[in-house]
């Protein structure tokens, strides 16, 4: 006899929104922050290993408490790595302002590279972000998902990078700050809008596909 189906019983977008938020602050948000606040008080080293040491401290707290550091954290710290090398390296501004670039450009790679792996990196991003349960994550359309996310934000951070880059050698320092901020806003605002837009579509074909009990409302409704 065939095994028993599992029904598919997921929680409605918005709980799963309000579990995102924090972890999209935490990795992504509040470290700019860091960075930003240190440097009114000190020079750009000092402000560097005071957003460094905060996501460092981050991802130790979690090993430390004996659990795993997520995926958007993991992000911040490469992202934080590279500026940090880049920084003792050099002193000249253009560079500690190119640090950014090529952490985004680090990212970019990693979502593209690891598309075509069973467990590419953007599918521990969306596990630190929305807890879905196994059988869910392996089911080939959300498989699928995760490939086309992948190549969505690497072509998003990728361009966020080449439009960085170029700003930053081709305009002042002020306007490549006040432009680039708003380019990259809209950018990934973009991607993110498609990303949930795309999430909540794939919800509702697996809620459709999959076998649910009597008087159970539709997922993603």
Same mark, same amino acid.
């Given at each position: 006899?065939?095994?028993?189906?599992?029904?598919?019983?997921?929680?409605?977008?918005?709980?799963?929104?309000?579990?995102?938020?924090?972890?999209?602050?935490?990795?992504?948000?509040?470290?700019?922050?860091?960075?930003?606040?240190?440097?009114?008080?000190?020079?750009?080293?000092?402000?560097? #290993?005071?957003?460094?040491?905060?996501?460092?401290?981050?991802?130790?707290?979690r090993l430390v408490k004996g659990g795993e550091a997520p995926g958007t954290l993991l992000l911040a710290a490469g992202t934080i790595t590279v500026?940090?090398?880049?920084?003792?390296?050099?002193?000249?501004?253009?560079?500690?302002?190119?640090?950014?670039?090529? #952490?985004?450009?680090?990212?970019?790679?990693?979502?593209?590279?690891t598309a075509p792996l069973r467990r590419p990196l953007i599918r521990r991003v969306v596990a630190d972000l929305v807890p879905l349960p196994d059988?869910?994550?392996?089911?080939?359309?959300?498989?699928?998902?995760?490939?086309?996310?992948?190549?969505?934000?690497?072509?998003?951070?990728?361009?966020?990078?080449?439009?960085?880059?170029?700003?930053?050698?081709?305009?002042?320092?002020?306007?490549?700050?006040?432009?680039?901020?708003?380019?990259?806003?809209?950018?990934?605002? #973009?991607?993110?809008?498609?990303?949930?837009?795309s999430f909540r579509h794939c919800l509702r074909r697996l809620d459709d596909l999959a076998p649910r009990p009597a008087g159970a409302e539709p997922?993603?409704?």
């Amino acid at each position: 006899m065939s095994a028993p189906v599992t029904p598919l019983v997921l929680p409605r977008i918005g709980p799963l929104l309000r579990h995102a938020a924090p972890r999209v602050f935490e990795s992504m948000i509040l470290p700019v922050l860091v960075f930003y606040v240190a440097l009114l008080f000190a020079d750009a080293g000092v402000a560097l #290993g005071v957003a460094a040491a905060w996501v460092y401290g981050g991802v130790a707290w979690r090993l430390v408490k004996g659990g795993e550091a997520p995926g958007t954290l993991l992000l911040a710290a490469g992202t934080i790595t590279v500026r940090v090398a880049l920084a003792v390296a050099t002193g000249n501004p253009i560079v500690f302002f190119l640090q950014p670039c090529l #952490g985004v450009f680090c990212v970019s790679l990693g979502f593209l590279l690891t598309a075509p792996l069973r467990r590419p990196l953007i599918r521990r991003v969306v596990a630190d972000l929305v807890p879905l349960p196994d059988h869910v994550t392996e089911h080939p359309r959300m498989r699928r998902f995760f490939v086309r996310q992948s190549v969505l934000w690497g072509c998003a951070q990728l361009l966020n990078a080449v439009l960085s880059l170029w700003l930053l050698l081709s305009q002042s320092l002020q306007t490549y700050l006040v432009v680039r901020t708003s380019v990259v806003a809209v950018l990934l605002g #973009g991607a993110a809008l498609v990303s949930v837009l795309s999430f909540r579509h794939c919800l509702r074909r697996l809620d459709d596909l999959a076998p649910r009990p009597a008087g159970a409302e539709p997922l993603a409704a």
